[in-house]
Each structure stands twice: as C-alpha cells, then as structure tokens.
C-alpha cells in the first residue's frame, strides 16, 4: 500500500476524478442497495472526502518498480477481478503470490 497526499502518483498514472462517473446512475443504485440492505457505508476518513469525486485504481508493481498490472477504474463500481490480478502476477514469474 502506498500513501500519496500530494497526489503525485496518483496524477501520473493517469486518475483523476469525475463528478459524472462517481454520481452515475450505476453508481447511484448501489449505494441504494446499501440503504436497502441496511448496510453500513464504509468509514471514510475526513481528508479523503477533500475530493470525493476522485477515481481509483488497481495497480500491482513488481520489486524493481515495474508496473505488472494496471487497471485505472472507469467508475467506483469497476474492480478488477481477483484472478486477473493474479494471473498478470503469475504471467511474470511470481510464484510466490500464491
């Protein structure tokens, strides 16, 4: 896990926010399924809601700093799956992610 306050990495690569893509109407009705399901949203720390609009992203780097995996969210509802994380871990010779 990385910290990055300043933004930097995240800038560079390539996430920004979008007001459009976190408030969409898929967007919307999941976190009616919430209220719905009586689900409690997840605690968001106060300094992260200074840009609550901001899109994340999946990346997996390798020990030299090479970027293995990337997946740069189109909305908060666009995850990876876990296998496909896995498999470019495993495509490069990590056995050791099992």
């Given at each position: 896990m990385l910290l990055d306050p300043g933004r930097n990495i995240y800038r560079g690569f390539g996430l920004g926010s979008?007001?459009?893509k976190v408030m969409s109407f898929q967007s919307l009705i999941k976190y009616a399924e919430y209220i719905v399901l009586g689900q409690e949203f997840p605690d968001?720390?106060?300094?992260?809601?200074?840009?609550?609009?901001q899109l994340g992203g999946d990346f997996v780097?390798?020990?030299?700093?090479n970027v293995i995996f990337s997946h740069p969210c189109k909305?908060?509802?666009?995850?990876?799956?876990?296998?496909?994380?896995?498999?470019a871990i495993l495509s490069r010779?990590?056995?050791s992610a099992l």
């Open positions: 979008s007001y459009s968001i720390p106060p300094r992260f809601l200074e840009d609550l609009y780097l390798d020990e030299g700093g909305n908060p509802l666009d995850r990876p799956k876990v296998a496909h994380i896995m498999a010779g990590h056995p």
